[in-house]
T-cell receptor, first 114, second 112 residues
Framework: GAGVSQSPSNKVTEKGKDVELRCDPI?????LYWYRQSLGQGLEFLIY????????KSGLPSDRFSAERTGGSVSTLTIQRTQQEDSAVYLC????????????FGSGTQLSVL | GEDVEQSLFLSVREGDSSVINCTYTDSSSTYLYWYKQEPGAGLQLLTYIFSNMDMKQDQRLTVLLNKKDKHLSLRIADTQTGDSAIYFC????????????FGSGTRLSIRP
């Protein structure tokens, strides 16, 4: 596609429910990143994919968070048993990979946990 | 460890120059970046500089890098209302090329 697409753009959920956030990277981009942006904070790195594998999962906050990428394209970030502190904007970015680290970001998913 | 720091706010009069500063800790960083985030949008890459450069100019934007002090700055000449946004500094540490480390962002506001 023309840019990185994320869905949904907004998600309101109840504490304890599971949520899935989707990211469609730019076609041909092999690297995909998930970041979290809390109100007034910078970007917190969550996970990075090169192709379908995730060499760097160091940023996942807890075992309630998981992510997968299939076909070297679409990625899903899943948060199980959501907590109020999970409320944030979840940003996805992609890049060509292979050392080219210029990231192209989607508009994010605003997650609100009530 | 890896860390990027920026001041949170900057207010500038329209037409003046804006200078946004950033400090980083990883001396092995290969690339340093400036991203812009407008309200309700994702981040957009503005410009970047390779670590073996000390200056890069792109139209109204000038990036200065002081490797000795690990200090990066972004100068926006003739600041316009459309420049109102949050500006993020980011580094790509050599030790982990996969993980781009971002600062907390500087909110630039323009006054008439």
């Amino acid at each position: 596609g023309a840019g990185v697409s994320q869905s949904p753009s907004n998600k309101v959920t109840e504490k304890g429910k599971d949520v899935e956030l989707r990211c469609d990277p730019i076609s041909g981009h092999t690297a995909l990143y998930w970041y979290r942006q809390s109100l007034g904070q910078g970007l917190e790195f969550l996970i990075y994919f090169q192709g379908n594998s995730a060499p760097d999962k160091s940023g996942l906050p807890s075992d309630r968070f998981s992510a997968e990428r299939t076909g070297g394209s679409v990625s899903t970030l899943t948060i199980q048993r959501t907590q109020q502190e999970d409320s944030a904007v979840y940003l996805c970015a992609s890049s060509l990979g292979g050392g080219d680290e210029k990231l192209f970001f989607g508009s994010g998913t605003q997650l609100s946990v009530l | 460890g890896e860390d990027v720091e920026q001041s949170l706010f900057l207010s500038v009069r329209e037409g003046d120059s804006s200078v946004i500063n950033c400090t980083y800790t990883d001396s092995s960083s290969t690339y340093l970046y400036w991203y812009k985030q407008e309200p309700g949008a994702g981040l957009q890459l503005l410009t970047y500089i390779f670590s073996n450069m000390d200056m890069k100019q792109d139209q109204r934007l000038t990036v200065l890098l002081n490797k000795k002090d690990k200090h990066l700055s972004l100068r926006i000449a003739d600041t316009q209302t459309g420049d109102s946004a949050i500006y993020f500094c980011a580094e790509s540490p050599y030790s982990s090329a996969s993980k781009i480390i971002f600062g907390s962002g500087t909110r630039l506001s323009i006054r008439p």
